[in-house]
């Protein structure tokens, strides 16, 4: 009696190993292929990341023309906007069939974008800022004129 009580519990542990493995199995096969939503969102994601390191960089080379502060975020603001929309239109024509509505386009990672430029363009400002030091110098200033 206890070789068939064992013999069972043997059928039911391996039966229940083999349910796992089909289970787990079926979930790598379903995680292979993202979906197009989740594609968008990584791609702004980083996006958001290049557009931050190369405001941080432009911002680090107008400090050396004379700007203020306002005015440097402001292009870098601009700069960001820019490459938002460029990539919004490229990622439009790659998608627009794969997406049931436009407007899922729009709207999929746009404030991930810009938390991600928010945060990284201040990562790297400080990164250039303390490696560099405060801003490089004009590249020709204007001279001016002596009074004789």
Do not use: C, D
Not at 33 to 57: C, D, H, N, Q
Request: proline letters at 5%.
């Amino acid at each position: 009696m206890r070789i068939i009580g064992s013999f069972y519990r043997e059928i039911i542990y391996r039966r229940h190993i083999l349910n796992m493995q089909e289970l787990f199995v079926n979930r790598q096969e379903e995680t292979k292929e993202m979906k197009p939503l989740t594609i968008i969102y990584w791609l702004r994601m980083g996006l958001g990341v290049f557009a931050g390191a190369i405001s941080a960089i432009l911002s680090y080379y107008l400090l050396g023309t004379g700007l203020e502060g306002t005015s440097i975020l402001l292009y870098s603001i601009s700069l960001t906007l820019l490459i938002y929309l460029i990539t919004f239109r490229l990622i439009k024509m790659k998608f627009q069939n794969k997406v049931e509505k436009a407007s899922k386009i729009t709207m999929t990672g746009i404030g991930m974008y810009f938390f991600a430029w928010l945060a990284f363009y201040v990562l790297f400002y400080t990164i250039i800022i303390s490696v560099f030091g405060p801003g490089i110098p004009a590249i020709a200033p204007i001279p001016t004129p002596t009074p004789t």
